[in-house]
């Protein structure tokens, strides 16, 4: 941890921001799933870690097809 992020937290705390309860279950991960009418999935993407998200143009590139 650098001496600039100390600098950041304390910032943000003076700010009023602060870590909140825990909400759900902490294992859960996102996803996205793209189905088309017949039932065929035409995108999946499971995360793997905690702040992945699926690649938006691919995303966009499914639903309007």
Same mark, same amino acid.
């Given at each position: 941890m650098s001496i600039g992020s100390v600098f950041k937290a304390a910032a943000a705390l003076? /700010?009023?921001h602060r870590?909140?309860?825990i909400q759900g279950s902490?294992? /859960?991960l996102g996803g996205a799933v793209v189905i088309d009418d017949s039932g065929a999935v035409r995108y999946y993407f499971s995360g793997s870690k905690a702040g992945d998200h699926p690649d938006v143009e691919q995303l966009l590139?499914?639903?309007e097809e």
């Open positions: 003076k /700010q009023g870590q909140g309860s902490t294992l /859960q590139k499914a639903v």
